[in-house]
């Protein structure tokens, strides 16, 4: 070996070894795998960074009045920075829980709950809740819990009467319902956009899937030509062979050659036209015989309980279902009950359809929820045959293959799936004159189909992919009706709830003005320096005003501790009774008039 070719299969040392292409799998597959893996940390941390700065910007919205608002104790702001910042932290995790802390915030400082320090963390807070939950029992239940908590309190704290809890109803309504209502409205408008794009994206597949099936029903056509033309010429071919083989002249060899060109000839023809009926999709000759299913449906189930899969089989027939009902027996049917009908005696068209739709539900359950169980239930009657094969949710630790996180497990979509198989077994069952159905349920997903024993020709479809689309549609249409009543709700419950709180309060406005009537007879009853406590018990539950002095009213008597003020009629605001004590005993009584009146 010269020098030259020395030099060419030198390696440094620790290289990667000889030969060509060496270590270079290793080395793309590795770099992809960092650049991948840098891309998603890139991702994960901008993100974080990005609810971080939100929660941060939501904390400082909450926060900014407790250093220059005053409207409660300071002691109370100093806990309330702790506090509210752990609820813009949890908001996300734990809304409900986040949007309490303002509201026990404000009902620990007064108990008509509104103050201007919290009543923006409760106003966001709300807004979030509503943004950020889907059941909405948990709400409205911490909303009647909070109004029902200010009630006891306005029964039960020194100085507080029912106006205070007429105050924290209008505050818990204008303050945390309204945000509440607008942010769910907001999450069915994001929900309607997000299924906006769903249905432009199954729309977008549907029209892939008409396309590919007008290319192939054109080759079928274009085969359909070849069997006419190559048909055709074929036959002359053997007419010619017959020709040549009963010509004069002819000895026996050739005779007997252009016998087997005929023979060939006319199999050629009959292997062509039985090709190209496969190749012919004419969807209008539904009465011709399908090929027959040598498996049964308990020998596929039996075969996919072999493999390890936990199914179930239920059959019920006609005839088990009188005996149950004359035996009033329930749950005859269990797995592998009705093995014994003959599956043969179902038409062919009809036996096919249910093969191929258990088949395809099993195949979707074991791909989309591996792990569940299955249960195929058929009940077979006299003109009719039910099956339906549901399958459960994916147990925790076996998660479902080609899922997309946050879709879910068992159910066939967009996300795990182009749903072709379901819209073939729809074609299918529908050409058998039946009707198919698959829809998810509270914990997996069930396929319906209902066969009748005595199909009739019908007519195709209106278009294709015409049940994807329909699907797509009806939940386009639910979700804008969501946004529409969500809309509707954010108008009206406001309304609805002031208006009622109004009448609540205008009634209740009625009955303290009647019970603060003091009667002519009790007030000439009254004498100057009866003790207070024998008083008290004749006088009225309620006064005129027991927050302030009446507007205009003289000044009280000197020396005097307290006066009272009380109604001389129910609607009447002038004149008015006054009693006034001092050093526990009436000092002095008698009737006054308000000064804007007299002026």
Same mark, same amino acid.
């Given at each position: 070996?010269?020098?030259?070719?020395?030099?060419r299969?030198?390696?440094?040392?620790?290289?990667?070894?000889?030969?060509?292409?060496?270590?270079r799998?290793?080395?793309?597959?590795?770099?992809?795998?960092?650049?991948?893996?840098?891309?998603?940390?890139?991702?994960?941390?901008?993100?974080?960074?990005?609810?971080?700065?939100?929660?941060?910007?939501?904390?400082l919205?909450?926060?900014?009045?407790?250093p220059?608002?005053?409207?409660?104790?300071?002691?109370l702001?100093?806990?309330?920075?702790?506090?509210?910042?752990?609820?813009?932290?949890?908001?996300?995790?734990?809304?409900?829980?986040?949007?309490t802390?303002?509201?026990?915030?404000?009902?620990?400082?007064?108990?008509?709950?509104?103050?201007s320090?919290?009543?923006?963390?409760?106003?966001?807070?709300?807004f979030?809740?509503?943004?950020?939950?889907?059941?909405?029992?948990?709400?409205?239940?911490?909303?009647?819990?909070?109004?029902?908590?200010?009630?006891?309190?306005?029964l039960?704290?020194?100085?507080?009467?029912?106006?205070?809890?007429?105050?924290?109803?209008?505050?818990v309504?204008?303050?945390?319902v309204?945000?509440?209502?607008?942010?769910?409205?907001?999450?069915?408008?994001?929900?309607?956009?997000?299924?906006?794009?769903?249905?432009?994206?199954r729309?977008?597949?549907?029209?892939?899937?008409?396309?590919?099936?007008?290319?192939?029903?054109?080759?079928?056509?274009?085969?359909?030509?070849?069997h006419?033309?190559?048909?055709?010429?074929?036959?002359?071919?053997?007419v010619?062979?017959?020709?040549?083989?009963?010509?004069a *002249? #002819? $000895?026996?060899?050739?005779?007997?050659?252009? /016998?087997?060109l005929?023979?060939?000839? @006319? &199999? %050629?023809? +009959?292997?062509?036209?039985?090709?190209?009926?496969?190749?012919?999709?004419?969807?209008?000759?539904?009465?011709?015989?399908?090929?027959?299913?040598?498996?049964?449906?308990p020998?596929?189930?039996?075969?996919?309980?072999?493999? *390890? #899969? $936990?199914?179930?089989?239920?059959?019920?027939? /006609?005839?088990?279902?009188?005996?149950? @009902? &004359? %035996?009033? +027996?329930?749950?005859?049917?269990?797995?592998?009950?009705?093995?014994?009908?003959?599956?043969s005696?179902?038409?062919?068209?009809?036996?096919?359809?249910?093969?191929?739709?258990?088949?395809?539900?099993?195949?979707?359950?074991?791909?989309?929820?591996?792990?569940?169980?299955?249960?195929?239930?058929?009940?077979?009657?006299?003109?009719?045959?039910?099956?339906?094969v549901?399958?459960?949710?994916?147990?925790?630790?076996?998660?479902?293959?080609?899922?997309?996180?946050g879709?879910?497990?068992?159910?066939?979509?967009?996300?795990?799936?182009?749903?072709?198989?379901?819209?073939?077994?729809?074609?299918r069952?529908?050409?058998?004159g039946g009707?198919?159905?698959?829809?998810?349920?509270?914990?997996?997903?069930?396929?319906?189909?209902?066969?009748?024993?005595?199909?009739?020709?019908?007519?195709?479809?209106?278009?294709?992919?015409?049940?994807?689309?329909?699907?797509?549609?009806?939940?386009?249409?639910?979700?804008r009706?969501r946004?529409?009543?969500?809309?509707?709700?954010?108008l009206w419950?406001?309304v609805?709830?002031?208006?009622?709180?109004?009448?609540?309060?205008?009634?209740?406005q009625?009955?303290?003005?009647?019970?603060?009537?003091?009667?002519?007879?009790?007030?000439?009853?009254?004498?100057?320096?009866?003790?207070?406590?024998?008083?008290?018990?004749?006088?009225?539950?309620?006064?005129?005003?027991?927050?302030?002095?009446?507007?205009?009213?003289?000044?009280?008597?000197?020396?005097?501790?307290?006066?009272?003020?009380?109604?001389?009629?129910?609607?009447?605001?002038?004149?008015?009774?006054?009693l006034?004590?001092?050093?526990?005993?009436?000092?002095?009584?008698?009737?006054?008039?308000?000064?804007?009146?007299?002026?």
């Amino acid at each position: 070996m010269n020098s030259s070719a020395r030099a060419r299969t030198r390696r440094p040392a620790g290289g990667p070894a000889a030969g060509p292409g060496a270590g270079r799998p290793d080395g793309v597959h590795g770099r992809f795998r960092d650049r991948l893996k840098g891309r998603l940390g890139e991702g994960l941390r901008r993100r974080r960074v990005r609810e971080a700065l939100a929660d941060l910007a939501l904390f400082l919205f909450m926060a900014y009045p407790l250093p220059f608002l005053t409207d409660v104790p300071v002691w109370l702001r100093v806990v309330a920075a702790p506090l509210l910042a752990a609820a813009a932290a949890m908001s996300r995790r734990a809304p409900l829980a986040a949007a309490t802390v303002p509201a026990v915030l404000g009902l620990t400082a007064t108990p008509e709950l509104f103050t201007s320090t919290f009543a923006p963390g409760l106003v966001a807070l709300s807004f979030l809740l509503g943004r950020r939950t889907q059941d909405v029992r948990p709400s409205l239940i911490a909303a009647v819990l909070l109004c029902a908590a200010g009630l006891v309190l306005a029964l039960t704290l020194p100085g507080a009467d029912l106006w205070a809890w007429f105050t924290l109803v209008s505050t818990v309504l204008f303050a945390a319902v309204l945000p509440w209502l607008l942010g769910r409205f907001r999450r069915q408008q994001y929900e309607l956009h997000s299924a906006g794009w769903e249905l432009a994206a199954r729309m977008e597949r549907e029209q892939q899937l008409v396309a590919e099936r007008t290319r192939l029903r054109e080759r079928s056509r274009i085969a359909g030509d070849m069997h006419d033309s190559l048909g055709h010429d074929l036959s002359l071919i053997a007419v010619r062979a017959a020709a040549l083989q009963v010509s004069a *002249g #002819v $000895d026996a060899d050739a005779s007997a050659s252009a /016998a087997e060109l005929r023979q060939a000839a @006319a &199999d %050629a023809t +009959e292997r062509l036209r039985q090709i190209i009926g496969l190749l012919r999709q004419d969807t209008t000759e539904l009465h011709q015989e399908p090929p027959t299913v040598s498996e049964t449906v308990p020998d596929l189930v039996a075969r996919t309980a072999a493999s *390890g #899969v $936990d199914i179930t089989l239920r059959h019920h027939t /006609a005839q088990e279902a009188t005996e149950e @009902a &004359d %035996a009033g +027996e329930a749950g005859a049917g269990e797995a592998g009950e009705g093995a014994e009908s003959d599956p043969s005696r179902l038409p062919p068209l009809v036996d096919r359809a249910l093969h191929r739709v258990v088949q395809e539900a099993i195949t979707n359950a074991t791909k989309h929820a591996p792990g569940s169980a299955i249960t195929v239930e058929i009940r077979q009657r006299s003109t009719e045959v039910d099956v339906t094969v549901r399958n459960g949710s994916v147990p925790e630790a076996v998660p479902a293959a080609g899922a997309d996180a946050g879709a879910d497990a068992g159910q066939p979509g967009p996300g795990g799936g182009s749903g072709t198989g379901l819209i073939s077994l729809d074609e299918r069952v529908r050409q058998a004159g039946g009707t198919f159905r698959a829809h998810p349920t509270d914990d997996g997903y069930e396929v319906t189909a209902h066969l009748p024993l005595t199909a009739e020709p019908i007519p195709p479809a209106a278009f294709e992919g015409g049940a994807g689309i329909s699907r797509s549609r009806e939940e386009l249409a639910q979700a804008r009706q969501r946004v529409r009543r969500g809309m509707v709700n954010v108008l009206w419950i406001p309304v609805a709830a002031t208006a009622a709180l109004a009448v609540l309060m205008y009634g209740f406005q009625l009955y303290t003005s009647h019970q603060s009537v003091l009667p002519q007879h009790t007030f000439e009853d009254l004498r100057t320096g009866d003790a207070e406590t024998s008083v008290t018990p004749r006088l009225p539950s309620y006064e005129f005003d027991e927050e302030s002095r009446p507007y205009g009213a003289p000044p009280d008597p000197p020396h005097t501790d307290e006066c009272r003020f009380y109604r001389t009629a129910t609607f009447d605001n002038s004149p008015l009774y006054r009693l006034c004590f001092a050093d526990g005993r009436l000092s002095h009584k008698d009737r006054v008039t308000n000064e804007r009146d007299d002026g």
